[in-house]
């Protein structure tokens, strides 16, 4: 999928294509909002003003506003075209390549992530537990990690949040064998629970 430039140059020369396009591609693009030859006279415009920017450069604060402005006329004419060239162009996009431009891909629909790994103990003290582990190597991108524990016999509960790869578990149990898990959490859904780890404090 094209972007739209971002540089002043690069604009330009977007502009210069998008006018030649439409010029040469009449009939694929027959009634654009901006036409070829008012787009080449905004173009003319900002490229007249960058050279009076440049050559008075000292004292070109107000040179380089009416620069500045028509550079945002231009590149807002340019969308307005080419979102038209997207339309007029829906059911052929190779088209929308006489303008320098290429159509939409859709969005890749977000996967829920993959199982968290190398779920380990990374310190322990009387009442307090460090666990560290791995993001999942496959699946949609983690957006945050639910952190879950038990004792035997007793069912998994929640325990926290994190954000890291990391978590400081305080006000553990003492004296009991404790389990723990983590699973990747996104906007999509739920990974894979780690394995488990056990640890008694």
Same mark, same amino acid.
């Given at each position: 999928?094209?972007?739209?430039? *971002? ?11 998008? =006018? ?8 694929d693009?027959?009634n654009?909002?901006?036409?070829a030859?008012?787009? $080449?006279? !905004? ?10 920017? =440049?050559?008075? /450069? ?6 380089h506003?009416?620069? /500045?402005?028509? #550079?945002? /006329?231009?590149?807002?004419?340019? *969308?307005?075209?080419? !979102? ?12 929308? +390549?006489?303008?320098?431009w290429?159509?939409? $891909?859709?969005?890749?629909? #977000? ?7 190398? =779920? ?11 666990? *560290?582990? +791995? ?10 990690? +639910? =952190?879950?524990? !038990? ?22 149990? $003492?004296?009991?064998? #404790?389990?723990? *898990?983590?699973?990747?959490?996104? !906007? ?14």
């Amino acid at each position: 999928m094209s972007q739209f430039p *971002r540089t002043e140059a690069e604009i330009a020369a977007l502009a210069l294509v998008v =006018i030649e396009g439409l010029e040469q591609a009449a009939d694929d693009f027959p009634n654009p909002p901006v036409p070829a030859a008012e787009l $080449r006279a !905004k173009l003319e415009a900002f490229n007249t003003a960058n050279t009076g920017a =440049i050559a008075a /450069d000292t004292a070109a604060e107000g040179q380089h506003a009416v620069k /500045d402005d028509a #550079l945002a /006329d231009l590149a807002h004419s340019l *969308r307005v075209d080419l !979102k038209y060239g997207e339309f007029a162009a829906r059911d052929e996009p190779e088209k929308l +390549k006489r303008l320098g431009w290429s159509p939409r $891909r859709e969005g890749t629909p #977000l996967q829920p992530p993959g199982e968290v790994r190398d =779920i380990g103990i990374g310190g322990e003290g009387d009442t307090w537990v460090i666990l *560290r582990w +791995k993001p999942p190597v496959d699946g949609g991108v983690p957006g945050v990690y +639910k =952190i879950q524990r !038990k004792q035997e016999g007793s069912p998994w509960e929640d325990l926290g949040i994190s954000t890291d790869t990391e978590e400081l578990c305080s006000n553990q149990p $003492r004296g009991a064998e #404790l389990y723990y *898990r983590v699973f990747a959490v996104n !906007k999509a859904g739920t990974g894979q629970p780690s394995a488990t780890v056990t640890v008694v404090l």
